[in-house]
């Protein structure tokens, strides 16, 4: 019978502070591919706000940065001292990544048009069509190796 270890793996429900990069990656691989909202803080000052795709996660690239655009988000774990997650009343889950007094708060991004009337009611929907509307699952699709534009000719 092995000898059972002094060392145990961490345990994080619903909240925490992570500085192991791969727990950090595993925490944070959720955002791929979605749309979040960002706000960019200095200190307690908020710098930077904007909503964008997440593109990419990286780690142990300490060349490549991270970076926070309407039309991608890159996250290098590098760029990062540690992640802060916790979970709202709504079981949101809020992701705050801390370099030094900065740091970038992470929230998945509620849709919003601009088409949107004062009472938040969308112009020329019926109820049902707005209901159908906001009920999406955003995800990527992949295209088959077999199918090129070739294909398109015949």
Known sequence: MEPISDVRAKLYINT???TDRSD???ILRPLLKQTVSYTYY???QVA???TGWVERLVVDHPDIASYF???AICLNLDSFDYLQFDTTSEQLLVYTLVIGN???VLEFAHQVSHLE???GSRPGLSADERSA???FIQMELMMSPEISDEDDDG
Request: aromatic share 4%; no cysteine.
């Open 133 to 135: 509307e906001d009920d």
């Open 16 to 18: 925490g502070v992570v």
């Open 48 to 50: 930077s706000t904007g």
């Open 102 to 104: 900065e740091k970038v």
């Open 69 to 71: 655009t309407p039309l």
């Open 117 to 119: 009337t004062d009472d």
């Open 24 to 26: 950090i990656y595993n």
């Open 42 to 44: 200095r200190g307690n």
